[in-house]
């Protein structure tokens, strides 16, 4: 989305049940080995139960950053790659979990590490038998331990998230979704985008992350691809969850606009900035104050669901949200602070905040890229300052009233829509200082103070 790939080390890792507790930064580095060691060896034990508990307990203690270099020492990727084609769907769901987290919090070198160590051939393999099993099954495939489970579209999930883990850091990866037809996999996923929300969400960040500078991925994008696409924008969800999913789906047509036909192109482009001005419509501060209330009458009538280190329905315990934000790199600027995914279901107001922002914090970066998108390369730039060329511009951007005159830059088509659509107006009413009330929430609750600086 922006014009440089940056690495969501804040990017919500799985959380599995049953998991251990995870070491802690005073044990010693032998005693992360020792664990590390083995966790990995019980991945070849012949009970489906060893080997779930070992890709959990992994999956958990991987969320660590100090535990990571002994997994990787270990070569954990080798090692669980085969898991993902288990034939228990559960290790195949807790071990695409684990490589998630790894790819999350491991940054830009594990995730080369990953595709070197060949990572993205059982991922492919595993997203094309996802896919089988959805359109076979109309993904209900469950799972003999929970009747109400759908293994297929969960693992499928997890799967596509680490997809898109691996492709926004490494060019490899983005050439191995080309060359393996992965796209019409992936879209498979977003035409449940009515049924499951999480999924499609999960589609479309992976989307607007590889159609991201990807010429030799567009001849992919039939007529079939841009009508799911318009479907998933246009769609008449009122869930935050929506509201981002649209948002998404709006930044991928943009990137693909080139594919679209020249009669149709003012069209989409006033689809995409109503679809971007809707998500800037909510006030943030005034969300943040209804939601904080929603959330305390709810634990009021059911004081279990407030209960610290309470669980969600996969069975994954609370984690710390400030430590999660505290660990995004401070340039990181491409929303990637986005922790909901970590938030049990006692948190579902908070994870509806933090949705809502991160949603309006997409719209204003793909809306910056539509007014930029034409801007010079950074070779470019690096010529045009270094030549007498730069002075004779700043020259003549100026009238004789000392007024900077800037080029018409827009195409028409975007400039009408952006006026038609008051984005102006609606970007300007962001910069406002956020709702002191708002603000006074966040500060009195840790779990909702992460949202200040969001």
């Not at 919500?12 to 005073?26: C, H, I, T, V």
């Not at 419509?281 to 943040?288: N, R, Y």
């Not at 939601?291 to 305390?296: D, F, G, I, Q, Y």
């Not at 929430?441 to 992460?450: L, R």
Request: glycine share 6%; net charge negative; charged share 25%.
């Amino acid at each position: 989305m922006g014009k440089s790939k940056a690495k969501r080390f804040g990017r919500p890792p799985f959380s599995p049940a049953g998991a251990p507790k995870p070491l802690r930064s005073g044990e010693a580095e032998g005693g992360e080995a020792a664990a590390a060691a083995e966790l990995l060896e019980k991945l070849q034990d012949p009970s489906a139960d060893v080997r779930e508990f070992a890709c959990a307990s992994i999956s958990k203690l991987l969320q660590q950053k100090q535990t990571i270099p002994a997994f990787v020492q270990r070569d954990v990727v080798r090692c669980l790659g085969p898991m993902l084609l288990d034939q228990s769907l559960a290790v195949r769901e807790t071990a695409t979990g684990a490589l998630r987290n790894l790819s999350a919090c491991g940054g830009f070198d594990v995730c080369d590490d990953m595709v070197t160590k060949d990572v993205m051939t059982p991922l492919v393999a595993l997203l094309k038998q996802c896919q089988s099993g959805l359109e076979e099954s109309n993904g209900s495939v469950k799972g003999t331990k929970d009747t109400n489970k759908n293994y297929t579209e969960d693992i499928a999930n997890e799967a596509v998230n680490l997809l898109w883990n691996v492709c926004e850091s490494n060019s490899t990866a983005v050439s191995i979704f080309n060359r393996e037809g992965c796209l019409p996999v992936v879209l498979q996923y977003l035409k449940r985008f009515q049924t499951n929300v999480d999924l499609a969400v999960a589609v479309a960040s992976c989307l607007q992350a590889v159609t991201e500078d990807n010429p030799d991925l567009l001849s992919a994008f039939d007529s079939s691809a841009h009508q799911l696409l318009e479907m998933a924008m246009v769609s008449s969800g009122k869930t935050v969850e929506h509201i981002l999913l649209r948002t998404l789906v709006a930044g991928i047509i943009w990137n693909i606009k080139s594919t679209v036909p020249s009669g149709s192109q003012a069209g989409t482009v006033n689809a995409i900035l109503k679809t971007l001005s809707e998500c800037l419509e909510p006030d943030a501060g005034e969300a943040v104050i209804r939601l904080k209330e929603e959330e305390t009458e709810r634990l009021k009538t059911s004081p279990e669901l407030g209960v610290e280190g309470s669980v969600d329905d996969r069975g994954s315990s609370e984690v710390n949200e400030d430590e999660a934000m505290e660990e995004t790199p401070p340039k990181n600027t491409k929303g990637n602070n986005d922790i909901s995914d970590l938030l049990p279901r006692s948190k579902q107001e908070l994870k509806q905040a933090t949705s809502l922002l991160l949603a309006q914090q997409t719209a204003l970066e793909i809306i910056v890229n539509m007014c930029c998108s034409e801007e010079p390369s950074d070779d470019e730039w690096e010529e045009l300052s270094s030549s007498d060329e730069s002075d004779a511009f700043l020259e003549n951007s100026y009238e004789e009233g000392g007024k900077l005159m800037s080029p018409l830059c827009l195409s028409a088509e975007v400039h009408t829509a952006l006026m038609n659509h008051l984005v102006p107006k609606k970007i300007l009413e962001k910069t406002a200082f956020p709702n002191s009330t708002a603000v006074d929430i966040c500060t009195q609750s840790p779990a909702w103070k992460p949202l200040i600086k969001k």
